[in-house]
């Protein structure tokens, strides 16, 4: 059995998520499907995402594995695959995976960029994909001054769609707000894992204090809650983009494993 490691980037507007469902365009049966064709097996493989992407995001740097049980050219396979695949998906690169690689497990952070514009003349219609319009305003100064109080481990329970047994802490490593030459609002993250919606809701929870609703303080008072607040919005997908995912070096990517698969406990 031999790991194939797969860099992807898609285009998520006409998809419902990366995960497969019955009757649904996603990411992973495009995939799957590509791959059993290509390889000439009786049933699409199984691949495993570092992240798996909501309807409608983005990905510049998603990375998966694959299990094959023959030998495989990477090289053409990757070629073979660029020709089957549908135009809103592309694999960048097909390597073989080092012991120890599991694409969602062995990461150690995921790294995504929201895409705001709130100025009429920075709008641009070849990237209105990408990017969500915004009827105020917004101060990037202040966003990034509230969204200081994420950084660090904290349970994202207030900002997380709950599912039964699962943890709603992360670590999240990096906040900033930017604008750059375009005029636009960009929010960039990286944490070692994302719940359920998180990234657009922490851009939910930032969006009215960049707009003067709220105060700075008053992110890290709906954190502490770890209850749902209903005046914070779960921002569109269009403008959310997965840009890279990031691994420990060869010798250490088994002992990642067992770190992120250890249970993270009430805080």
């Keep these: 059995m031999t790991r194939l490691r797969l860099d992807l980037a898609y285009d998520g507007t006409d998809f419902a998520g990366w995960a497969r469902q019955p009757g649904l365009r996603t990411i992973q049966g495009a995939v799957e499907d590509a791959l059993a064709q290509v390889l000439c097996l009786p049933g699409p493989p199984s691949v495993t995402c570092a992240g798996r992407t909501d309807a409608g995001v983005h990905a510049r740097g998603q990375v998966a594995h694959v299990d094959v049980d023959s030998p495989v050219d990477p090289a053409a396979l990757e070629r073979s695959l660029r020709g089957v695949l549908p135009g809103d998906v592309t694999v960048i690169r097909v390597s073989e995976?080092?012991?120890?690689?599991?694409?969602?497990?062995?990461?150690?952070?995921?790294?995504?960029?929201?895409?705001?514009?709130?100025?009429?003349?920075?709008?641009?219609?070849?990237?209105?994909?990408?990017?969500?319009?915004?009827?105020?305003?917004?101060?990037?100064?202040?966003?990034a001054a509230a969204g200081e109080s994420l950084i660090g481990e904290h349970n994202f329970a207030a900002l997380c769609k709950?599912?039964?047994?699962?943890?709603?802490?992360?670590?999240?490593?990096?906040?900033?707000?930017?604008?750059?030459?375009?005029?636009?609002?960009?929010?960039?993250?990286?944490?070692?894992?994302?719940?359920?919606?998180?990234?657009?809701?922490?851009?939910?929870?930032?969006?009215?204090?960049?707009?003067?609703?709220?105060?700075?303080?008053?992110?890290?008072?709906?954190?502490a809650g770890r209850a749902r607040d209903p005046r914070v919005t779960v921002m569109p997908a269009q403008g959310l983009v997965l840009e890279e995912v990031r691994y420990p070096v060869d010798a250490d990517l088994s002992a990642r494993q067992g770190v992120t698969r250890a249970f993270r406990g009430p805080t």
């Design 97 to 143: 995976a080092p012991a120890g690689f599991d694409a969602r497990f062995s990461a150690l952070s995921r790294h995504y960029r929201y895409r705001l514009c709130d100025r009429d003349e920075a709008w641009d219609p070849l990237r209105r994909r990408e990017v969500v319009p915004y009827p105020r305003p917004l101060d990037v100064d202040a966003m």
């Design 162 to 223: 709950p599912r039964e047994g699962a943890s709603m802490i992360r670590r999240v490593l990096g906040l900033e707000w930017t604008r750059g030459d375009t005029g636009l609002a960009q929010m960039t993250i990286s944490a070692d894992a994302f719940c359920h919606s998180m990234v657009r809701s922490i851009v939910g929870l930032l969006v009215p204090v960049g707009d003067g609703r709220q105060s700075i303080g008053w992110a890290g008072e709906v954190l």
